[in-house]
DNA sequence: ACTCCACAGGAAAATTGGGGTA
DNA sequence: TACCCCAATTTTCCTGTGGAGT
């Protein structure tokens, strides 16, 4: 179909990035490598506490805990897949995301599921009374009858939403299925997560614990030389441009994660900018656009209404020029709705939703009195406003927002004249 | 010492939306 | 089709709270 090669951008573009040797997307989170560096303790400590699923035993539950990037998934995938591999399959591992499932219902059905034979059906999203879908569990488990170790990342997540309750059904089967060899693998960036759990739950899971320690500076840089081995022609890579990957993520809690989106980014501006080296240039562009990146996909991922919250604690603030109050936001969400033909949510119902901001890192909250004149969160923007708002403006539905919202600003509440303390 | 404000946030009730069953 | 069951979400109701004002 397409005969003319110089004009075909395809082409030219494959051309430019003669420097790579491998695809790019093996530096990405989802991408387990062959081995990983700085983590072989780790992997060993696992593998011997999950030895005796080899032997029908029954090994301890675990929980691995580390800061975002430090490997936690990484290591316990290449667990996974070292057991798969030494018992050609017989022990039957569920990797189950927590964020994804936060549910007690999803957690377990996704697990019903994840062991329908060819001819089950699988059961549905929604519906089913959550004893059922458990029996079901059992029966399926037990007609299998091996060996099951079932990774929960994340696992926090789920803890957060459901309370413990949902965890101690899991932990559960072992006592349910007679005989049933079953390990428990927990995740979690959360180092207060076991104090959260009740005591009968945090017995039975934190049989052993596993602490993923921040990669410094001259590990991460091994990580990313390994990493890049057949991804890079030699001599693509300028060392300072790799030492300074590094340095940025050790600089960021010892993120091995960030130090490989860093650098894949970094690869892919050099492409576009058709250069043939990744030098330290490239590398401050990539932590920029990464910067801008996360902060826009935060934005436009949250719920339409906890959009709308946050645009209400971006305009307020930008009227008022100081921190605004739960009343406050509360108010302007209210007309902000109404402006963009959507039902408000109740004064409690936001305020869960401010509280939920918070926990994302985008506005800062901290209880304030003023005596007389009550009691109240102050909220103050974590970041810049107007890049705040130039994002929530890209959402569809709030985009109408616009040219109205500056409009009606004098509308808007802003404290003093509809206080009713006044 | 007591009052009162404007909420925070827990608990229970109501609503919503997906699925099953007769 | 009408009704039931269920989990999740949201609303309603409520008690608790810190500190300026009295």
């Known amino acids: 179909m397409i005969s003319d090669r110089m004009n075909n951008p395809f082409v030219d573009f494959n051309e430019k990035s003669s420097f790579l040797t491998g695809n790019l997307s093996d530096l990405g989170g989802s991408f387990i490598p062959e081995s990983l560096p700085h983590r072989e303790e780790q992997i060993l400590q696992m593998a011997k506490l999950l030895g005796s699923l080899m032997r029908n035993g029954r090994p301890s539950n675990i929980v691995v805990y580390g800061r975002t990037g430090t490997g936690k998934t990484s290591t316990t995938r290449h667990v996974m897949r070292m057991l798969t591999d030494a018992t050609n399959g017989y022990v039957r591992i569920c990797y189950i995301n927590c964020q994804i499932n936060d549910s007690q219902y999803s957690v377990l059905v996704t697990l019903v599921n994840l062991f329908s034979a060819d001819s089950e059906e699988n059961i549905p999203l929604s519906g089913w009374p959550l004893d059922r879908i458990y029996s079901e569990l059992v029966s399926r488990i037990k ?130 900018n058709s250069s043939l080296v990744i030098t330290d240039k490239e590398v401050i562009a990539a932590r920029e656009r990464l910067e801008i990146d996360i902060l826009r996909e935060t934005v436009k991922s949250l719920p339409l209404h906890t959009q709308i919250v946050l645009l209400s604690c971006v305009v307020t603030q930008e009227v008022t020029r100081r921190p605004s109050f739960t009343g406050e936001i509360s108010r302007n969400y209210s007309e902000i709705c109404q402006e963009l033909g959507n039902s408000p949510l109740s004064n409690r119902r936001v305020s869960d939703l401010i509280s939920d901001l918070d926990d994302i890192g985008l506005i800062s909250t901290r209880i304030q009195s003023m005596g007389r004149n009550g009691r109240s969160k102050l909220i103050q923007l974590e970041e810049n406003g107007d890049q705040l708002k130039k994002y929530l403006m890209e959402v569809d539905s709030l985009s109408s927002f616009v040219g109205a919202g500056l409009g009606k600003q004098s509308r808007l509440n802003l404290g003093n004249d509809n206080d009713p303390a006044n």
Do not use: W
């Not at 001599?235 to 993520?249: F, K, M, P």
């Open 143 to 272: 007609r299998s009858s091996r060996p099951l170790l079932l990774v929960l990342d994340e696992i926090d997540r789920m803890i957060a939403k459901s309370g413990s309750d949902s965890l101690y059904v899991i932990l559960k089967l072992g006592d349910d299925v007679d005989g049933l060899s079953c390990s428990i693998i927990g995740i979690t960036n959360d180092t207060s997560f076991s104090e959260r759990l009740d005591s009968r739950v945090r017995s039975r899971l934190n049989q052993e614990s596993m602490l993923l320690p921040p990669y410094n500076a001259s590990e991460l840089k091994d990580i990313l030389s390994y990493r890049t081995k057949g991804i890079l022609r030699e001599g693509s890579l300028e060392e300072s441009a790799l030492n300074l990957c590094a340095a940025i993520a050790a600089r960021e809690h010892g993120d091995a994660r960030k130090a490989l989106d860093l650098l894949r980014v970094a690869i892919d501006i050099t492409i576009r």
